[in-house]
């Protein structure tokens, strides 16, 4: 049975006349739990970019459930949700109603409306943050006045607010302690919904330290825009990191 | 021999060149014959006149005024956001709009925000008579653009990666659009809100000059039987309105966490949007249009311009512009810069609190009492009033500015004006020179007020061409109008943008 999610063919991406993508194929199944490494600048923030549609590429195909980005309607994209590297928080919104934006899309305009205004529900968005492992005295805090793991985590919850099926999530043990680490990483490879109680599953994480790679499935290795390899995490060997740093 | 390099600093005090052949012009019109009447002016002002006539009078008026600026405002500041967010890139991206719309609102925008309140207030009095909307009304067309634009440019600093990061969430996108842009928008509100409201009093203020009621036609018939102690009775009052506005403005905490100041900041909103559209209606039906067939005619009749009397107003509308910037630019760090002591700066304060204060046509009238009409004049009065203004932004800058430089700078022994200079100026003239860049957009579109009653530009043809309902004489100059201002607003913004 074919249980590809998403899938890459052939994908080049150039910007201000650099190849930043060259050429990769890549296929992610559902229930895959993907490491993705790279030295810094390899590429691998452009490859979530073209995995959950915000760059468009320069030459080839990205299909999401055998569909082309446009070819989907809201709802199916919505079963993709990413933690940026950078966060992309809105600075002057409190902790809680930036976890609620995550909620944005599975209600009407009214929600945002109350969210902006401070009077809807938080005991959603209150309960991730928990998970998250966020104090409750910073949930009406202002992003700008939070710390740097505090606005992780922030991020964190938003997107698994989201309840989505294919989670990216770009570095995102950056700022946190060690502790912190393994709590978020066991909630990021789990992934689940805490309403449904359903596995999300799918979850590809670009990282860098490697001790943190036990509980993936595969590991890519990504160096100047190309993919070097695509292998099962226990077949991982130092020749394989040799090639990417 | 090293080339001489100018920096930000330099160039804020360079404009003051200007002074020189205005200086010559203004010296050699001199008449010494209206210097009493001048003198008697300056000591009115420490001797208002307070009777309980006369106070009676002043609060009546006063409230005129407050009326109109405060409605004025209201308007335009919600309609100004509305237009604002339709003009700002963010709404185009959301929606995917083809960027042709956004460059035509835009440009929409520019062009109605190009001629001034008053040239529109006596535009419609022409129309439609004199009556208390049309005060209203000359206020909002042009404030409504021009506070689009202040909206417009505080959404542009939107974070992209915000946007694409709440786009990514795939949200409806008016839900996308009104949580990025809630606190942009709540912020410009508080942070040009009371400046907005200033503008809106003041320029009730002029249109009353020019007869739409309020405190300006008291102002204005007091100067003319030169009454200055009762015209001063006026000033006073007016200051202390503004004054109280600003402090009631001030105490009312634009807390957006707060929920029932929100909601009723809501209510507000929609309720002057649904006045506003049917009192717009209503306007339109209760009025009668007997000249807007003269209106009609302007494609039927000839003008009686020639072409180089025509060039030669918009030279010196142009001239007037240029000069009228460089004192605004250069007088306020000038005179701060070199009476750098406390006691002068309060001095210098109320001097430039006056300036704001006392509408354009007022000085200029003033000034004519003992110099004859003249484009330095004119200069001199706009350049004074928006000095006013210039000055007030960059002392509120200076007080918030870190003076460690400066001590540090004074601790080596150097000159307080030095130190000023260097340890203080020398950090905010860039941003300083940013808002005089947009500063110089206003004065152009000012030059109409000085034009009207100093008799020079085409704010004077404007006068004489709506005098005699020459309609295609006044489309000519109101075209001549907007392209000065719109070519002046796009140097500006070049400008501008090059120093943000």
Known sequence: MNNTLLELKNISYNYKNNLILNKVNLKINSGDKIALLGKSGSGKTTLISVLNGTIKPTQGEVKLFNKSFEQLDRKQKRKITTIWQDLRLIEDLSAEQNVNCGLLAENNFYFAFKNLLNISSFKKAHKYMQLCRLDNSIYNKKIRSLSGGQKQRVAIARSLIQGSNILLADEPFNNLDPKLITTIKNLLLENVDQNTKKSSKTTLVALHRLDLLNDFDKVIGIRSGKIFFNIKRTNLNKLHLDKIY | ?500
């Not at chain 2, 404009?15 to 009115?44: A, D, R």
Request: glycine share 6%; hydrophobic share 50%.
């Open chain 2, 1 to 500: 021999m090293n080339k001489l390099k100018l920096n930000y600093t330099s160039l804020s005090f360079l404009p003051i060149l200007v002074c020189i052949p205005l200086g010559y012009q203004l010296i050699t019109n001199i008449h010494f014959g209206g210097f009493k009447l001048f003198q008697e002016f300056l000591i009115s002002a420490f001797n208002p006149k307070i009777d309980n006539e006369i106070i009676i009078t002043a609060i009546n008026r006063l409230n005129q005024t407050f009326l109109i600026g405060f409605f004025s405002w209201l308007v335009s500041i919600i309609f100004g956001a509305i237009f604002g967010i339709l003009s700002s890139n963010i709404f185009y991206k959301i929606f995917n709009i083809p960027k042709f719309f956004y460059s035509m609102i835009r440009f929409f925008l520019t062009i109605i925000r190009s001629i001034h309140e008053v040239v529109w207030g006596i535009l419609l009095m022409q129309i439609y008579g004199i009556n208390f909307s049309i005060g209203i009304i000359a206020i909002c067309i042009p404030y409504i653009a021009v506070n689009s634009k202040v909206f417009a440019e505080q959404l542009e600093t939107i974070n992209y990666k915000s946007f694409e990061s709440i786009n990514q969430i795939n949200a409806h996108k008016f839900s996308s659009l009104l949580t990025l842009i809630w606190n942009p928008i709540i912020n410009t509100f508080k942070n040009f809100g009371l400046y907005r409201l200033e503008c809106s009093i003041r320029s009730t203020v002029i249109l009353g000059l020019f007869g739409i009621g309020g405190i300006g036609t008291s102002i204005f018939l007091s100067f003319q039987t030169l009454n200055f102690r009762e015209l001063w009775t006026y000033l006073w009052s007016l200051a202390i309105l503004i004054i109280l506005s600003g402090v009631i403005y001030k105490k009312i905490k634009f807390n957006n966490t707060n929920k029932i100041l929100s909601i009723f900041f809501i209510v507000v909103f929609f309720i002057t949007i649904l006045f506003s559209f049917f009192y717009f209606l209503f306007f339109i039906f209760n009025n009668n249009f007997e000249n807007f067939n003269s209106v009609s005619s302007l494609f039927k009749s000839s003008s009686n311009f020639g072409l180089f009397d025509f060039l030669k107003l918009i030279f010196d509308t142009i001239i007037l512009s240029l000069l009228s910037t460089g004192i605004a630019i250069s007088l306020p760090p000038l005179v701060i810069g070199i009476f750098n002591n406390n006691t002068s700066k309060i001095f210098i304060k109320i001097f430039a609190f006056l300036l704001r204060l006392i509408p354009i046509p007022v000085i200029l009238l003033t000034l004519l009492t003992f110099n004859n009409p003249s484009l330095s004049l004119a200069a001199l009065t706009l350049g004074l009033h928006n000095a006013g203004i210039t000055s007030k932004l960059l002392f509120t800058n200076l007080d918030s500015q870190d003076k460690r430089n400066y001590i540090a700078m004074r601790s080596l022994g150097i000159s307080k004006n030095t130190s000023w200079l260097l340890g203080l100026f020398s950090q905010q003239a860039k941003s300083y020179l940013a808002y005089c860049a947009y500063r110089s957009d206003i004065i152009i579109r000012e030059t109409a007020i000085v034009g009207v009653i100093g008799g020079v530009g085409l704010g004077w043809q404007l006068q004489e061409s709506l005098s005699s309902f020459a309609w295609q004489e006044v489309t000519i100059v109101l075209i001549a109008y907007s392209s000065i201002a719109i070519v002046g607003e796009l140097i500006n913004g070049k400008i501008k943008n090059s120093l943000t």
